[in-house]
């Protein structure tokens, strides 16, 4: 039996691997599972149906017999919890990799997001001038914090793990951003996530979804 997740049947980011499924596709790829996926459109993401799985109404959901989960930070360390090739067996690097991959979500990304939703939700606010170089800060204190303790490695810990996947998938909402530039460790860390084979197959299948919808329908799929 395949796990399914759930994912935007029309994304926002047309197909470009930003919204949350993109990470647990991206850890399902790395482990070797595969899955199926169910596409919801906004307003079947509301119904009673996926708030059962999902009191906020929002994707991703993993749902794998009993075993039915939200929050992408806990399907992918749920996911990674049985593979080597995302958790290391040995319990101080395992507790290591759980604390960058809670980082990636606790840390670095709430002052990205809250610069990306100033950037697409309140442009006309009359304080938008004044706090967004503030909200800027915030972003690059966090990037400096990271780019220092990633130095010239190219993971965080000892070999790509859980906590890369999650942080890679974190810093990509940058975008080409002059903020992200800054840091050219950084931009390097990024592209090794985003050259990796798994990731390839995922960001593929969810980029497949944007086109299909583009031409013009369906709402089921699989990978
Ligand atoms: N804390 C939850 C988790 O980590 O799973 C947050 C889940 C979440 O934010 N889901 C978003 C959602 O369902 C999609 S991923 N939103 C619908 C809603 O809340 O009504 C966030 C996202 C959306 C769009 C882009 N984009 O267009 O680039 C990027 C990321």
């Given at each position: 039996?395949?796990?399914?997740?759930?994912?935007?049947?029309?994304?926002?980011?047309?197909?470009?691997?930003?919204?949350?499924?993109?990470?647990v596709?991206?850890?399902?790829?790395?482990?070797?599972?595969a899955?199926?996926?169910?596409?919801?459109?906004?307003a079947?993401?509301?119904?009673?149906?996926?708030?059962?799985?999902q009191?906020?109404?929002?994707?991703?959901?993993?749902?794998d017999?009993?075993?039915?989960?939200?929050?992408?930070?806990?399907?992918?360390?749920?996911?990674?919890?049985p593979?080597?090739?995302?958790?290391?067996?040995?319990p101080a690097?395992?507790?290591?990799?759980i604390s960058?991959?809670?980082?990636?979500?606790?840390?670095?990304?709430?002052?990205?997001?809250?610069?990306?939703?100033?950037?697409?939700?309140?442009?006309?606010?009359?304080?938008f001038?004044?706090?967004?170089?503030?909200?800027?800060?915030?972003?690059?204190?966090?990037?400096?914090?990271l780019?220092?303790?990633?130095?010239?490695?190219?993971?965080?810990e000892d070999g790509?793990g859980?906590?890369?996947?999650?942080?890679?998938?974190?810093?990509?909402?940058?975008?080409?951003?002059?903020?992200?530039?800054?840091?050219?460790?950084?931009?390097?860390?990024?592209?090794?996530?985003?050259?990796?084979?798994?990731?390839?197959?995922?960001?593929?299948?969810?980029?497949?979804?944007?086109?299909?919808?583009?031409?013009?329908?369906?709402?089921?799929?699989?990978?």
């Amino acid at each position: 039996m395949r796990p399914t997740i759930t994912a935007f049947a029309t994304s926002p980011d047309r197909g470009r691997g930003l919204a949350r499924d993109m990470p647990v596709r991206w850890a399902l790829e790395e482990a070797g599972i595969a899955y199926d996926v169910r596409l919801l459109s906004f307003a079947e993401m509301k119904e009673p149906a996926h708030l059962a799985l999902q009191p906020f109404a929002q994707i991703p959901t993993f749902e794998d017999g009993d075993v039915v989960l939200f929050e992408t930070c806990a399907i992918v360390l749920h996911v990674a919890d049985p593979s080597d090739a995302l958790l290391p067996r040995g319990p101080a690097a395992r507790a290591r990799a759980i604390s960058w991959t809670s980082a990636a979500v606790g840390t670095i990304e709430p002052p990205i997001v809250e610069r990306e939703t100033m950037l697409l939700l309140e442009r006309d606010a009359p304080w938008f001038a004044d706090r967004l170089p503030r909200a800027e800060e915030r972003v690059t204190r966090r990037l400096a914090q990271l780019s220092a303790r990633l130095g010239e490695r190219d993971w965080l810990e000892d070999g790509f793990g859980c906590g890369d996947l999650m942080m890679v998938s974190v810093l990509r909402r940058l975008g080409g951003s002059d903020l992200l530039a800054t840091f050219p460790n950084l931009v390097a860390y990024v592209a090794r996530g985003e050259a990796r084979p798994a990731f390839a197959r995922a960001f593929a299948a969810q980029r497949a979804v944007f086109e299909r919808t583009n031409e013009g329908s369906p709402s089921r799929s699989s990978s």
